[in-house]
């Protein structure tokens, strides 16, 4: 089965500022990737799906890009803003079902 | 998106009784759900895959017994914790397989936070 990272467990950025997150893989390439925002005591909301034959994706303030040859996905959040405080998780299909990441926790300071 | 209702939303109950958890898709039908269990600051982990009219498909570890998963309907998955005890404590979420994208996307509950005294 996948083994994913999240780059770090906690992010602390300024309003306003980009945010970055990190998403790594270890074993096949999956046919899409995920991300899901997950408030405290909340289910995952999905956020963005990104194929394997896709470079980026965006979506409003957010943008994912999806490297298979280094095996990873970047997911930023622009303009960033205190709403924006959340756990975010990436998700990749591994056999029947998705497997995710520990995921990263974002924190926007206002 | 999709919607996809838990209930209750949140449990207490003593050591040793049954628990009912309800997972509803709103608005689209689902055949195959998805049961997961979180612990706190951690990710989630899959307990279970529930198929509508078949048996569910339980992960290395998961008792079956002790998480019973019926899904009657397409729009309906039950998870009982049975003989309930405090090690049992958590929060529960499930999910609901969209494939009409032709993408394998999950829509989740709100969650159930489960505590046995």
């Known amino acids: 089965s996948q083994k994913i990272e999240q780059n770090s467990e906690a992010l602390n950025i300024q309003e306003g500022k980009t945010a970055t997150l990190t998403c790594n893989y270890t074993?096949?390439?999956?046919?899409?990737l995920q991300w899901y925002r997950q408030d405290p005591g909340r289910g995952p909301v999905f956020l963005l799906l990104i194929r394997e034959n896709e470079k980026e994706k965006r979506k409003e303030r957010l943008k994912v890009t999806f490297d298979t040859t280094l095996k990873q996905s970047l997911f930023h959040i622009t303009a960033s803003q205190p709403a924006d405080s959340a756990t975010y998780l990436c998700?990749?299909?591994?056999?029947?079902?998705?497997?995710f990441g520990a995921g990263t926790t974002v924190t926007v300071r206002a | 998106g999709a919607v996809v209702s838990q209930h209750p939303s949140r449990v207490i109950c003593k050591s040793g009784t049954s628990v009912k958890i309800e997972c509803r898709s709103l608005?689209?039908?689902?055949?195959?759900m998805f049961w997961y269990r979180q612990f706190p600051k951690k990710s989630l982990m899959l307990m279970a895959t529930?198929?509508?009219?078949?048996?569910?498909?339980?992960e290395q570890g998961v008792e079956k017994d002790k998480f019973l998963i019926n899904h009657a309907s397409l729009t309906l998955s039950t998870l009982t914790v049975t003989s309930a005890h405090p090690e049992d404590s958590s929060f529960y979420i499930c999910?609901?397989?969209?494939?009409?994208?032709?993408?394998?996307?999950?829509?989740f509950g709100p969650g159930t936070r489960l505590t046995v005294l």
């Open positions: 074993n096949y390439s999956p046919a899409y």
């Open positions: 998700a990749l299909d591994d056999d029947y079902k998705l497997s």
């Open positions: 529930s198929n509508e009219g078949s048996k569910a498909t339980y």
């Open positions: 999910s609901a397989r969209d494939r009409r994208g032709g993408w394998d996307t999950q829509y």
């Open positions: 608005d689209f039908q689902a055949t195959t």
